[in-house]
């Protein structure tokens, strides 16, 4: 028996599992391109041969993956194995996921969390880590030991098991703003002339680094992935405005959002960095 399980080996799931095993825990791993576990397998932690196997291996599992279609397709897989365990679920979704999720996790006998995590997976394990967890607290206090070695801001929301996607959609919504306005700013800069390391310059001075990093792959033409590709974020909006539409929220802004994103996708931008939604305003009319 190993102390946790984590499925999913992307750049967030393996953050996770590195930061477990610095941790000292035994840690077993599952994804669906073994060969992502090879890094991990030189720390010590056991490669599982299955899903179903890496969820025996564990009483507790951790779950990370693109988004909850691929997390239910596995669930769906794996059912009989979960009796008895405790899931805390790290893909990005909408409370409704994850009000679903706790239901049927319920239903086939685990006990459930719902975690959300707001940085990047170079914060995992750091002082700067942030991560949030909603569900019942018995089982967060059960969970908790192990968790609190993720993150040094390990951010406990509440049993409504809604919360933390709430809070997550909440934390991020605010980039969206941000990443339209700034590719904006690029546009009026190149319309007038004003090039655009000033304005990188002046971003850096302002104290907006990630700003600053996202004009230089402008400047550079370099939109290669690093660990947050486009196709989360497109995911991500695409969740807040089906949310807005469900709550009754105005949903003009998510919306226009998500058709940008969409049309990155459509153009192949999928694995790049979000700074390659330019080249699709770029092409507006
Ligand atoms: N990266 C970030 O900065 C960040 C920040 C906060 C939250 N998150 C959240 O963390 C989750 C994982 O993100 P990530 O950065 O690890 O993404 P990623 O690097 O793109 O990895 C995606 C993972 O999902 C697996 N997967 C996708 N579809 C699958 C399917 N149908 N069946 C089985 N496995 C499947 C992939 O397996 P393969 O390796 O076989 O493709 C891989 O392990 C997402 O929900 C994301 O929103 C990420």
Redesign the pocket.
Known sequence: MSDVTVI???????ALARALRANGHTVTVW???PE?AASLVATGAVLAPSAAAAITASWLIIM????Y??AN??LGEVATELPGKLLVQ???GSPQDARASETWAHAHGAEYLEG??????SSIGTASAHILLSGREAVFRKAEPILRGLASQLDYKGEPIGLASAWEMVFIMHYYGMFLSLLHSVQICQAEGIPLEEYSTLLGEQGKPYEKWLCENIQSGHYQET???L??WA??IQQIAQHAQDSHIDAEFPRLAARLFQKAMEAGYAREEVSALFKVLQKSD
């Not at 990370?64 to 988004?67: A, G, K, S």
């Not at 959300?116 to 997976?121: H, L, V, Y």
């Open positions: 999913g080996l992307g750049n967030m799931g393996s994804n669906r391109s992502k990370c993956v693109t988004n279609v691929a397709r596995i790290f893909t990005t959300a995590i707001t940085g990047s997976p660990s947050a590709p196709e989360l995911g991500g």
